[in-house]
């Protein structure tokens, strides 16, 4: 079982996971923006050849592996914690039949 967190390691804990949180949001508003943006000139400027759908797809890539890393494998994230846990265990076992 891991030990508890001191209440400073606690502070730390959640504003750096507040934020990476408030990075993301700001990163997925930032690509909502442009991507209007790049599709209005797209739609209306160059007529209909959607070209805007290329740095749609390939930004939108970029967002869901960074929302990956803060929402499910960031440090403190759950999944992260309970493979950490399974390492250590694993690590102690290997170290007590030594």
């Known amino acids: ?13 959640a504003q750096r996971r507040a934020s ?12 909502v923006l442009v991507n209007l943006f790049l599709f209005a000139i797209s739609r209306y400027a160059f007529g209909t050849r959607p070209w805007s759908v ?9 967002l ?8 499910l494998l960031g440090k403190g994230s ?5 493979m950490v846990q399974k390492e250590r265990e694993r690590l102690q076992g290997t170290t007590d039949r030594r």
Do not use: D, N
């Open 78 to 82: 759950g999944l992260r914690e309970r």
């Open 54 to 62: 290329a740095p749609l797809l390939g930004w939108g890539i970029g």
């Open 20 to 31: 990476a949180k408030l990075g993301w949001y700001a990163h997925a508003a930032v690509y």
């Open 1 to 13: 079982m891991s030990s508890p967190l001191s209440p400073e390691e606690i502070e730390r804990l």
């Open 64 to 71: 869901a592996l960074h929302g990956l890393s803060v929402f």
